[in-house]
Nanobody, 127 residues
Framework: QVQLVESGGDSVQSGGSLRLSCAAS????????MAWFRQAAGKEREGVAA???????RYADSVKGRFTISQDNPKNTLYLQMNSLKPEDTAIYYC?????????????????????WGQGTLVTVSS
């Protein structure tokens, strides 16, 4: 049973930093694509950053240069370091996983491409 548990969400001031964590269990972590998504109130879920087992990453344009996705394979943990936070980054952040079956050349970043999800952690950025 695949389980993803996010943590680290908090309320911060604009310009601040947060690090989100996602603890994964129930599968061979290194065989999966991992990603962070977010969903703001009244908006659709959007991809933020994704990573594959060899370390190749992909970012949404809105977070490039501010957010960094990383993983600790021995600990089966995914991270999202968020710097220079803006009020528009306010959302529930979700960790997601999908088996790396060779279907994608780059880490996928669309919600429909993932089939395992965590429960989410809330990030609030005030101006």
């Amino acid at each position: 049973q695949v389980q993803l548990v996010e943590s680290g969400g908090d309320s911060v001031q604009s310009g601040g930093s947060l690090r989100l964590s996602c603890a994964a269990s129930g599968y061979s972590y290194s065989s999966y694509y991992m990603a962070w998504f977010r969903q703001a109130a009244g908006k659709e879920r959007e991809g933020v950053a994704a990573i594959q087992s060899d370390g190749i990453t992909r970012y949404a344009d809105s977070v490039k240069g501010r957010f960094t996705i990383s993983q600790d394979n021995p600990k089966n943990t995914l991270y999202l370091q968020m710097n220079s936070l803006k009020p528009e980054d306010t959302a529930i952040y979700y960790c997601a996983a999908v088996l790396d079956s060779g279907d994608y050349y780059y880490p996928p970043l669309e919600p429909y491409q993932y089939n395992y999800w965590g429960q989410g952690t809330l990030v609030t950025v005030s101006s």
